[in-house]
């Protein structure tokens, strides 16, 4: 049941107003066969619709504050990406043993490992949201490693122009992919395809790499990577094929970076000496850091009901440093099972599910899970 968004009353006329009962008739009730007038049972209502209003907001401050280890029984590999298709899969890639490793799951919490054509480690993955996964990583000898999947278990190979490293993939919801990855000597690898097969490259400022890129669902794509000598590399598109170079407040690698749907762009990355580099934006253009409470690498961010996870390396406190955020600007740490870096984490209407280094039994899969 949705929650309610409008006071709900027993009676509409101009006697029905909203009256506390007198004491008297707390204590005593009311008699047999009487009912209760309507501005008392209003008085009532209004109480319990202020405690729904406030149990919402307060469940809006812990959804991610508990993380829930999966055992998921599979081989102890690296994963560094994950994502959801905004319909009930789940799919998570990372380094190769006979394949690449992909898993897919249904809830975050039982995986099941997909097979995929060659023995190339993945770095990211992504879906359009209309039925289409792409995958992208480490370069094979012939180009950079893509593959596709109309449903996250059958994976085909896709060809580029070169043979680079991709470390980010993403889709603008409308038509259009962009991956970025390595310097290629002359700029950082950033190609473009309208249906994930056919991939064009495009040109940008500077011989950087970049990590990560995300869009705005609305106009704007941004791309982060590695510090330049000035400042971190961002660089913003309005269609994926002309990209801007925007000045941000630190020369320091950036690794993740997201879009809450509306008004806020947030981009995390490395240690800076004082804290993790977190930096935010309204428009991709301006960017401002905020502060978080520890000196620990951030690998990855996501957004989803109004709160901000960011996941990074293990910390000196014993497990993997987490932070979330309901604005992007206050950052409080969170506890979750094992000292094993978290490398990658994505969002659903219900969930946020983090990736990252193996243990000694399987891979490391945590969720947080909400509403």
């Given at each position: 049941?949705?929650?309610p968004?409008?006071l709900?009353?027993?009676?509409?006329?101009v006697?029905?107003?909203?009256t506390?009962p007198?004491?008297?008739i707390?204590?005593?009730?009311?008699?047999?066969g009487?009912?209760?007038?309507?501005f008392?049972?209003?008085?009532w209502?209004?109480n319990v619709?202020?405690?729904?209003?406030w149990l919402d907001?307060?469940?809006d401050?812990?959804?991610?504050?508990?993380w829930t280890?999966r055992?998921t029984?599979l081989?102890?590999?690296?994963?560094r990406g994950?994502?959801y298709?905004g319909?009930g899969l789940w799919?998570?890639?990372?380094?190769a043993?006979?394949d690449a490793?992909?898993i897919s799951?249904?809830?975050?919490?039982?995986w099941?490992?997909?097979?995929n054509?060659?023995a190339?480690?993945l770095l990211a993955?992504a879906?359009d949201?209309?039925?289409?996964w792409?995958a992208v990583?480490?370069k094979?000898g012939t180009d950079?490693?893509?593959?596709t999947s109309?449903?996250?278990?059958?994976?085909t190979?896709r060809?580029?122009?070169k043979?680079m490293?991709?470390?980010g993939?993403?889709?603008?919801g409308?038509?259009l992919?962009?991956?970025?990855?390595?310097?290629?000597?002359s700029?950082?690898?950033i190609?473009?395809?309208p249906d994930?097969?056919?991939w064009?490259e495009?040109?940008?400022?500077?011989?950087?790499?970049?990590?990560?890129?995300?869009?705005?669902?609305s106009?704007?794509?941004?791309?982060?990577?590695?510090a330049?000598?000035?400042?971190?590399?961002i660089?913003?598109?309005?269609?994926?094929?002309?990209?801007?170079?925007?000045?941000?407040?630190k020369?320091?690698d950036l690794?993740?970076?997201?879009?809450?749907?509306?008004?806020?762009?947030v981009a995390?990355?490395?240690a800076?000496?004082g804290?993790?580099y977190?930096?935010?934006?309204?428009?991709?253009?301006?960017?401002?850091?905020q502060?978080?409470?520890l000196?620990?690498?951030?690998?990855g961010?996501a957004?989803?009901d109004g709160?901000?996870?960011?996941?990074?390396?293990t910390?000196t406190d014993g497990d993997?440093?987490?932070?979330t955020?309901?604005?992007?600007?206050?950052?409080?740490?969170?506890?979750?099972?094992?000292?094993?870096d978290l490398l990658?984490?994505?969002s659903?209407p219900g969930?946020?599910?983090?990736?990252g280094v193996?243990?000694?039994?399987?891979?490391y899969?945590?969720?947080?899970?909400?509403?």
């Open positions: 049941m949705p929650k968004t409008v709900p009353e027993w009676a509409t006329d006697l029905a107003e909203n506390e007198a004491l008297g707390k204590q005593t009730g009311w008699e047999d009487k009912s209760a007038p309507s008392w049972m209003n008085w209502m209004e619709f202020d405690w729904t209003v907001g307060y469940t401050r812990i959804i991610v504050s508990n280890e055992l029984n081989n102890s590999e690296e994963l994950v994502a298709d319909s799919v998570s890639v990372g380094t043993t006979g490793y992909i799951s249904p809830d975050s919490a039982i099941t490992e997909r097979t054509p060659k190339i480690s993955v879906h949201q209309s039925g289409l792409v990583g480490d094979d950079t490693y893509i593959v109309p449903d996250g278990s059958a994976w190979e060809t580029s122009a043979d490293d991709a470390h993939v993403a889709h603008d409308s038509g992919w962009v991956v970025v990855g390595q310097g290629d000597g700029d950082a690898w190609i473009s395809s994930g097969i056919n064009t495009r040109s940008n400022p500077k011989n950087r790499r970049l990590n990560a890129n995300a869009h705005d669902g106009g704007l794509w941004v791309a982060v990577g590695v330049d000598g000035t400042d971190a590399y660089v913003t598109s309005p269609d994926g094929t002309n990209w801007t170079e925007q000045a941000n407040p020369n320091v690794n993740g970076v997201a879009f809450n749907g509306s008004d806020l762009w995390v990355g490395r800076d000496g804290d993790a977190i930096i935010t934006s309204p428009d991709g253009i301006n960017w401002t850091e502060s978080n409470p000196n620990v690498d951030l690998n961010v957004f989803s709160s901000w996870v960011a996941v990074g390396d910390s993997a440093y987490i932070v955020s309901p604005n992007g600007i206050d950052w409080t740490e969170r506890t979750n099972p094992k000292a094993n990658a984490v994505g659903s969930s946020f599910t983090a990736v193996p243990d000694a039994d399987d891979v899969v945590i969720t947080s899970l909400f509403r």
